[in-house]
């Protein structure tokens, strides 16, 4: 009997394994990974510099701008925020440019998903693998070499105006947020949706009420990437918008700066006042993308 529970013990001792020790990703010394961190402190010198020069330079008068320009304002002028104010007609431009974000966000959300969803539930079908490939490849395609057309068929079919704006940036985010959405949803387990189709969900009932809430995370990620490119962009604006009273906050600076483009204060002040307000979007909204992405990486 004795020796049988030695065997035992013996052939338990040989086959259980031994766990693995995790490498540390901080070299093993248990503290701080300085070089890393040297590198993120390099990386971010390339925005805080010309942040600070930005803020230094909106705060001067005219006749502080000799030297490198890095130097501290020996007298602080905020009239520079009250001449962009009223030079680049601030209010009409700031508005024009949130209600084409907001609109860009919400359709995108709502349809880019939908699509993501119908394609990834039905990836077996050839038509749909097709399709999923098809916008994959659009991602590769150039926006100058389509520019021209576009910019024929808007004003032809009267969406030369922020509505129409609004469908681009849809549609133009279509084939990266597809890419993400589609890799997301195949990771939801099917049997949630199995489970409410047998309590009676149709297809439409499932994505919204099923699907839709658990891609939380991805769309705070595909939201604050349309909010910064609808917010920031340039060229669309610029080839789409025919009406002078719609223009955005990039299209209002860029005329200011043709106008004036020696008066540096104020234009540095101009680009302060349009910045200001997607980067309070971006820290409120900061704690629910980090968040969602990381949940995101361990589904």
Known sequence: MSSTIQ??????????????RRRRLDGGTGGTNWWLT??????????????????????????????????????????????AYQLTNFPQALLNTALITVGAVVLTLFT??????AIARNMH???????????????????????????KETALLGLDTPVGLVLLYTVYGLSFNIFIFTAYIN???????EAARMDGASTWGV?????????????????????????????????????PSARTLP???????????????????????????LLVVYIVAQKWVVS???????K
């Open 112 to 117: 880019n998903s939908l699509v993501a969803y």
């Open 292 to 298: 969602g992405v990381m949940r995101g990486s361990t």
């Open 38 to 83: 040297a590198l993120i402190a390099v990386c971010s010198l390339t925005v805080l510099l010309p942040l600070y020069f930005t803020i230094v330079t909106s705060l001067k008068t005219p006749d502080q701008l000799g030297g490198t320009g890095f130097e501290l304002p020996t007298e602080i002028r905020w009239q520079n925020f009250v001449d």
């Open 187 to 193: 990771s939801i387990p099917i049997e949630l949706e």
């Open 207 to 243: 994505f919204w009420k099923v699907v839709f809430p658990l891609l939380a995370p991805m769309n705070a990620t595909v939201g604050i990437l349309t909010c910064v490119w609808a917010w920031n962009d340039f060229l669309l604006p610029l080839v789409i918008l025919s009406d």
């Open 125 to 151: 079908k050839k038509f749909f693998r097709g399709l999923y490939f098809y916008f994959l490849a659009a991602i590769f395609v150039p926006f100058p070499i389509i520019m021209l057309p576009v910019v």
């Open 251 to 277: 299209l209002a600076q860029f005329i200011f700066q043709g106008q004036f483009n020696t008066n540096y204060t104020v234009a540095f002040a101009s680009y302060l006042m349009a910045l200001a307000p």
């Open 7 to 20: 065997g035992a013990e013996a052939l338990q001792t040989t086959t259980t394994p031994t766990p693995k």
